[in-house]
């Protein structure tokens, strides 16, 4: 089986500026979550999407949104970009999002200007 | 073991010592424990876990302890190799709606040939 492929693998945008990243999950895997990882608040949660549906939300600003298509794909947005954004964004799949474990992909590493 | 510093706490061993990881967890309900390696360029993998109904789990050339009465959990690595080398985390997951793992702020592990 495929693992989590999250693209693009780097960006680089500026203040301002808004960004869609993506993450396809592994194969019957129906829970896609998102987490953002900076070296001084480490793995933070953003949301996770189940069935389409935001099931689960992190303690982020609005400005951060996501969406989950009928494929199980997802798609993470951040609008108006700020410095503060920059960091390693992780995309984590697993069968039901219940007590299991994640499959992670290798990140979008993302830098604001 | 964990910090809530900008910097992550390091260990540094030898190769083929055994390497013990720490971990203080901050919910006594929490009832599923999952450590995972992230290597650089990398999201994390899992390595294993446990649930709280046991005090005790091996993989293979780790193992698990969980300790309730001080919430405190350690992965032990027998005879490491230099591919050990990663920054370990630990995530705990509380009973009741989410299952949102939470995670620790890891360990860099450095393995020296």
């Known amino acids: 089986k495929a693992g989590v492929t999250q693209t693009p693998r780097y960006l680089i945008k500026t203040r301002g500026q808004q960004v869609t990243l993506s993450c396809s999950p592994i194969?019957?895997?129906?829970?896609v979550s998102w987490y953002q990882q900076t070296p001084g608040q480490g793995l933070q949660f953003l949301f996770e999407?189940?069935?389409?549906?935001?099931?689960n939300k992190g303690n982020f600003p609005g400005r951060f949104s996501g969406r989950q298509f009928s494929n199980s794909r997802s798609e993470m947005n951040v609008s108006t970009l700020e410095l503060g954004d920059s960091a390693l964004y992780l995309c984590?799949?697993?069968?039901?999002?219940?007590?299991?474990?994640?499959?992670f992909g290798s990140g979008t590493q993302l830098s604001v200007l | 073991g964990e910090s809530v510093g900008l910097h992550l706490p390091t260990l540094s061993v030898q190769e083929g010592d055994n390497s013990i990881i720490n971990c203080a967890y901050s919910?006594?309900?929490?009832?599923?424990f999952i450590w995972y390696k992230q290597e650089s360029g990398k999201g994390p993998q899992f390595i294993i876990d446990?649930?709280?109904?046991?005090d005790k789990r091996q993989g293979q050339r780790v193992t698990v302890l969980l300790n309730k009465t001080v919430k405190h959990l350690s992965l032990q690595i027998a005879a490491t190799q230099p591919g050990d080398s990663a920054v370990y985390f630990c995530?705990?997951?509380?009973?009741?709606?989410?299952?949102?793992?939470?995670f620790g702020r890891g360990t860099s592990l450095i393995v020296h040939p």
């Open positions: 984590a799949s697993s069968p039901t999002g219940g007590r299991e474990k994640l499959f």
């Open positions: 446990i649930r709280s109904n046991m």
């Open positions: 999407y189940f069935s389409e549906t935001q099931r």
């Open positions: 919910n006594s309900a929490s009832d599923y």
């Open positions: 194969s019957g895997h129906r829970s």
């Open positions: 995530a705990e997951t509380r009973p009741g709606g989410s299952y949102i793992p939470t």
